[in-house]
């Protein structure tokens, strides 16, 4: 059993042990996952299984219209379409936000759009963005080669994320077709639909799940 968690102070370098009668483990999916991994005398052959994530699509739609002179917080103006079910019977949800100026973007935003600072004071957009659901799966997991390193000493983790499934790849087309019809109505005839993403991507942006462990497929 666990008695105690090392924790390194990023900016000084500074190890720090911190003891406890019990430790809980609450932190992401794959440091939780690093930690354990890490941890002499344990036998987890389910270890890094059950990596979740869900998929995600989007688009910005840039309009030739002044932004709104207020000064209301950027989820003030957002409105969450009602969730619904693809096909497949995976469900997602579609949030619309807007109108924003487009001046709030930063210089790096505003190169990769090609478009001047000055003529982003005189713009708007919104942004529209599908979250979808994906399924459990035995293939997509975690795990860490000890042969590799970060700057801390600590295993770097690979992470195994597999194609989407057939049902998977129709709730991404259902995913990707609402944006699509939600970014052309708010564009009009003259605005500009710059798609963020798509859904089939291979990449993790919020890891959740159990990373199931133990000695038993029942999780005991």
């Known amino acids: 059993h666990a008695r105690a968690v090392e924790c390194v ?14 430790i809980v483990l609450a932190a992401s999916a794959i440091e939780s996952a690093r930690i354990l991994a890490a941890t002499d005398g344990l036998e987890l052959p389910g270890l890094g299984e059950g990596l979740v994530d869900h998929a995600y699509c989007g688009a910005i739609v840039i309009v030739r219209v002044p932004p709104p002179s207020t ?21 997602f949800s579609v949030e619309v936000r807007g109108p924003v100026s ?16 000055a003529d982003a004071e005189r713009m708007s957009f919104h942004s529209v963005f599908a979250v979808g659901e994906l399924g459990p799966s035995a293939r997509r997991r975690v795990r860490f080669d000890g042969r590799a390193r970060d700057s801390l000493g600590r295993t770097v983790p690979v992470l195994e994320l597999p194609a989407l499934s057939a049902d998977e790849s129709t709730l991404a087309r259902a995913m990707r077709a609402r944006c699509q019809e939600i970014s052309r109505l708010l564009a009009g005839s003259d605005g500009t639909v710059v798609r963020i993403r798509d859904p089939r991507d291979r990449l993790l942006a919020h890891e959740a799940g159990t990373c199931r462990m133990g000695s038993a497929k029942s999780g005991a």
């Open 9 to 22: 102070d990023t900016k000084g370098g500074r190890v720090v042990t911190l003891e406890a009668r019990a």
């Open 71 to 91: 000064d209301a917080g950027p989820l003030d103006d957002a409105a969450l379409v009602r969730p619904e079910r693809s096909e497949s019977g995976l469900g």
């Open 102 to 117: 487009l001046a709030s973007l930063d210089d790096e935003d505003l190169g990769l759009l090609g478009i001047p600072r």
